[in-house]
Each structure stands twice: as structure tokens, then as C-alpha cells.
């Protein structure tokens, strides 16, 4: 089957630190991979997205490249701010716009 | 970009009360909405996926008479919570899928229900 498996928060770092939450994936074939992020009180926004092999998503400074070599899309970012405080979601989809499989969600704090 | 729709974002019901919870795509043709409900601190699980003029295939486990899904038009799904108990109590999370745009998927910010 697909699942999602990606690490298990909370994270607490401090402002400028690096940032990396590892997302590994099964999938029964060739699967779009997504980073979602949830602030506190709101719904699900895009961050990135990659959509076949080593395909690299980037956005606000966030990046996360897709290795089908070991089913894996990390995500990272080189300096983090306060304002990265949030849950992030690794999620994979199958076909066009079909259902997604998310992980569980790894909670970030990053503290001034 | 696309935007989804949910109303409303939050609500308070009491104990065997009905509640009804829109999702609306609301500058493009949503073929395909899904429900996700997600559990504090937990990720989203898919409750049901249902197409514009056919009924909703809810997933394993999920109880279809409790959790009615209508799509009745190309633009809004509804998710009526009937004769709710405190266990419904959860965020509910509608996504809608651009009929037009191959792996594009857009999420409502979410229906934060609460039965009391």
C-alpha cells in the first residue's frame, strides 16, 4: 500500500538553525510527494512539491528533493525563523489529484 | 491561486444535534472533493471521497449514515455530522481536486467542530 512515514516531533530549535525532518515513503508506483504546513489554527498550505525523481521543491526558503533511490523527500531549510513555527506534513498522492497519504505531522518550534 | 472554502470555521453543537459543514471551490470546477477529519496532534485521515452527481466512497470504518457527503454541483460538497456526540469532536478538513489541472489539490482551512 502507500503510507508516509516521517519523523516523529517535537522539534524546538533556535532562530537560524538548520532544519531538517526526515520524510521517507512506499508507494505501489510513481507517486507526486508534498510538504504541507499547518499553523496554529488553520488549515493546510502547499509548501512545496515534487512530481517525479529528483525533482527538488522550493519555497520561502524551504527545500526538499525526491529520491526515488531511497524513497525519500527530507525536508530542509538552511536558517529558520520564528515564524517557521508550525506543524509540516510530508503527503503523497497517486494519479492525477487523487486521495493523499500524509504522515503524522512533525510539530516545529524554533525560539528566539 | 485556487481557493477552497469552508463554513463554517468553527461551531459549537449540543449532544444529537445535526451540523452541517460547506466546502466550496471558489474560482475553479471541483470534480473530485475529499474529507479528511484530523484528530488533536494526530495527521489527517481520509474519511470520503466523493465526485460531482455520485455518491460518496467513504473509507473503511467511516459510518456513512453518520457522515453524510452530498456534491451536488461542481463547486460545493457538504458534510452533515448528524445526531453528533462528543467523540465527532474533531477538525474537519475538506481538499477539492481542479478537474482542469493534472495533481493539483486544494485544501479548505478547516471546520473546527465541537459537541458539547
Known amino acids: 500500500g502507500n503510507s508516509v512515514t516521517q519523523m516523529e516531533g517535537p522539534v524546538t530549535l533556535s532562530e537560524e538553525a538548520f532544519l531538517t525532518i526526515n520524510c521517507t515513503y512506499t508507494?505501489?508506483?510513481?507517486?507526486?510527494l508534498f510538504w504541507y504546513v499547518q499553523y496554529p489554527g488553520e488549515g493546510l498550505q502547499l509548501l512545496l512539491k515534487?512530481?517525479?525523481?529528483?525533482d527538488k521543491g522550493s519555497n520561502k526558503g524551504f527545500e526538499a528533493t525526491y529520491r526515488k533511490e531511497t524513497t525519500s523527500f527530507h525536508l530542509e531549510k538552511g536558517s529558520v525563523q520564528v515564524s517557521d513555527s508550525a506543524v509540516y506534513f510530508c503527503?503523497?498522492?497517486?494519479?492525477?489529484?487523487?486521495?493523499?497519504?500524509f504522515g503524522t505531522g512533525t510539530s516545529l518550534t524554533v525560539i528566539p | 491561486g485556487a481557493v477552497v472554502s469552508q463554513h463554517p470555521s468553527w461551531v459549537i453543537c449540543k449532544s444529537g444535534t445535526s451540523v452541517k459543514i460547506e466546502c466550496r471551490s471558489l474560482?475553479?470546477?471541483?470534480?473530485?472533493m475529499f474529507w479528511y477529519r484530523q484528530f488533536p496532534k494526530q495527521s489527517l485521515m481520509l474519511m470520503a471521497t466523493?465526485?460531482?452527481?455520485?455518491?460518496?466512497?467513504?473509507e473503511q470504518g467511516v459510518e456513512k449514515d453518520k457522515f453524510l457527503i452530498n456534491h451536488a454541483s461542481l463547486t460545493l460538497s457538504t458534510l452533515t455530522v448528524t445526531s453528533a456526540h462528543p467523540e465527532d469532536s474533531s477538525f474537519y478538513i475538506c481538499?477539492?481536486?481542479?478537474?482542469?489541472?493534472?495533481?493539483?489539490?486544494?485544501f479548505g482551512p478547516g471546520t473546527r467542530l465541537t459537541v458539547t
Open positions: 474560482d475553479f470546477q471541483a470534480t473530485t
Open positions: 508507494a505501489t508506483g510513481y507517486p507526486s
Open positions: 466523493s465526485n460531482e452527481g455520485s455518491k460518496a466512497t467513504y
Open positions: 481538499s477539492a481536486r481542479d478537474g482542469h489541472r493534472a495533481y493539483e489539490q486544494y
Open positions: 515534487a512530481t517525479k525523481a529528483d
Open positions: 503527503a503523497l498522492t497517486m494519479g492525477t489529484g487523487n486521495q493523499f497519504y
